[in-house]
């Protein structure tokens, strides 16, 4: 089992442009979770998803982002004209349903 | 609304000590407590879990403690070693996210042991 996949590790951006970050979760999970860790802060919920549901997006900003869990394939989180206050590493999470949560090795967003 | 707080922000201690690292949170209604570590450019890798009805987990060198009441977590890390370097995530599941696992996360302390 790979556990969660995400990718890229490493993602720059410009100002003003898009950012897609993708998870794959643990086979077997159909449960996925997003957070974001600002430089010296916690990890903060972001939204969380089923497959074709969004469950809980109270941790999105309402603004700019978007996250998704299609049928087939990763889970996408999409930031649109990003800002350098997005800078951030950005966890993925997957749970099957009941106890236990496995985290990916994040994405780390930097905005130029 | 739930907070997590740990104590202290950073730990330098040399190899072979034991430590105690601090976790505190403002509401008792939790459905388990979990203590991540984290190192640099890699994700959470989780160490103890503890259920809301126990009071504490050991695994290997490490042990966890719960006092829902007080709000209080301790993770006791034994003859500590220059691996253990890393920083350390509390996390509480609020008893209110029935279902699904929302997890709200402390600040972390961040540990280095020195040969």
């Known amino acids: 089992n790979a556990g969660v996949m995400q990718n890229p590790r490493h993602l720059v951006r410009r100002r003003g442009q898009e950012a897609r970050l993708r998870c794959s979760p643990m086979k077997g999970h159909s449960h996925v979770y997003w957070y974001r860790q600002l430089p010296e802060e916690g990890l903060k919920f972001m939204v969380y998803?089923?497959?074709?549901?969004?469950?809980?997006e109270s941790g999105m900003p309402k603004e700019r982002f978007s996250a998704e869990f299609p049928k087939e394939g990763p889970s996408i989180l999409r930031i649109q004209q990003v800002v350098r206050g997005d800078s951030a590493a950005y966890f993925c999470a997957s749970s099957p349903g009941g106890a236990g949560t496995t985290f990916g090795s994040g994405t780390q967003l930097s905005v130029l | 609304k739930q907070e997590v707080t740990q104590i202290p922000a950073a730990l330098s201690v040399p190899e072979g000590e034991n430590l105690v690292l601090n976790c505190s949170f403002t509401?008792?209604?939790?459905?388990?407590l979990q203590w991540f570590r984290q190192d640099p450019g890699k994700g959470l890798t989780s160490l103890l879990l503890i259920q809301s009805s126990q009071r504490e987990q050991t695994s290997g060198r490490l042990n966890a403690s719960l006092d829902k009441s007080s709000g209080r977590s301790t993770l006791y890390i034994a003859a500590s070693q220059p691996g253990d370097s890393a920083t350390y995530l509390c996390?509480?599941?609020?008893?209110?996210?029935?279902?699904?696992?929302?997890?709200?996360f402390g600040t972390g302390t961040r540990l280095l042991v020195s040969p």
């Open positions: 998803l089923q497959k074709e549901n969004i469950i809980d």
């Open positions: 509401d008792s209604a939790i459905y388990n």
């Open positions: 996390a509480v599941r609020p008893r209110e996210n029935t279902g699904f696992q929302k997890l709200v």
